[in-house]
């Protein structure tokens, strides 16, 4: 069974960092692509980041130089610095994984709210 956990959300204010991590679980034999979504009120979810087992990133226009997304191969973690926050970051940031293990498929964490205030 594959678990992702994630860690790191928290309310700030704007101009803040916070750091979010998530951590893979299980039985399997290697994760190509590990990322973040995020999910604000009344709206789809984005995509945010992603970075491939090889260091290849992508991130969305809205958080390009200010969130930086980071893996841990050997730790089966993925990490989202996120710095210089806004309002309009808050939301649901949601961890996945794409995993390959007796099967190949996509798990998801949870969820961890990010929530930017003054």
């Known amino acids: 069974q594959v678990q992702l956990v994630e860690s790191g959300g928290g309310l700030v204010q704007p101009g803040e960092s916070l750091r979010l991590s998530c951590t893979a679980s299980g039985s399997f034999a290697r994760i190509p692509n590990m990322g973040w979504y995020r999910q604000a009120p009344g709206k789809q979810r984005e995509l945010v980041a992603t970075?491939?087992?090889?260091?290849?990133?992508e991130s969305t226009d809205s958080v390009k130089g200010r969130f930086t997304i980071s893996r841990d191969i050997a730790k089966n973690t993925v990490y989202l610095q996120m710095n210089s926050l806004q309002p309009e970051d808050t939301a649901v940031y949601f961890c996945?994984?794409?995993?390959?293990?007796?099967?190949?498929?996509?798990?998801w964490g949870e969820g961890t709210l990010v929530t930017v205030s003054s």
């Open positions: 970075v491939t087992s090889g260091g290849s990133t």
């Open positions: 996945y994984a794409f995993i390959i293990g007796t099967i190949a498929n996509t798990y």
